[in-house]
């Protein structure tokens, strides 16, 4: 399996996880140093995240990438793309076409 095999299939995992609140998942993928943007604009952190995709938070519904490339260099993978994602946070209904850039890096043999 190549580098870029294995950073799209740590992808594939991530998503099947999130639209399925699979908090274990989550946990292993996401770095303890993890910092993303919240679907409120804030910035968010691994324990931000595990909280909203505790069962009855966050609800995907669609999760749907449509662009996506995937590039490698040394212990970095770059996933850069466009896709949708619609669901139900709390009270929050959302539909949101997205461009995002995701970056893992290769610790301890894992993405």
């Known amino acids: 399996m190549t580098d870029v095999d294995s950073v ?7 998503k099947n996880a999130l639209l399925s609140n699979g908090t ?8 303890d ?17 595990l909280k909203a995709y505790q069962p009855g938070a966050v609800d995907l519904q669609e999760y749907e ?3 996506s490339d995937i590039i490698v260099r040394d212990r970095i993978g ?6 949708v994602i619609s669901g139900r946070f709390g009270e ?5 076409d997205v461009r995002f850039t995701d970056i ?3 610790r301890a043999e894992q993405w």
Do not use: M, N, P, W
């Open 8 to 14: 799209k299939k740590v992808c594939d995992e991530l």
């Open 24 to 31: 274990e998942t989550i946990h292993r993928i996401y770095a």
């Open 33 to 49: 140093d993890y910092q993303g943007i919240s679907i409120y604009g804030t910035v968010e952190d691994k324990k931000d995240v």
């Open 65 to 67: 990438i449509s662009e």
């Open 78 to 83: 770059i996933v850069t793309g466009r896709g």
């Open 92 to 96: 929050l209904t959302f539909k949101h």
């Open 104 to 106: 893992f890096i290769l």
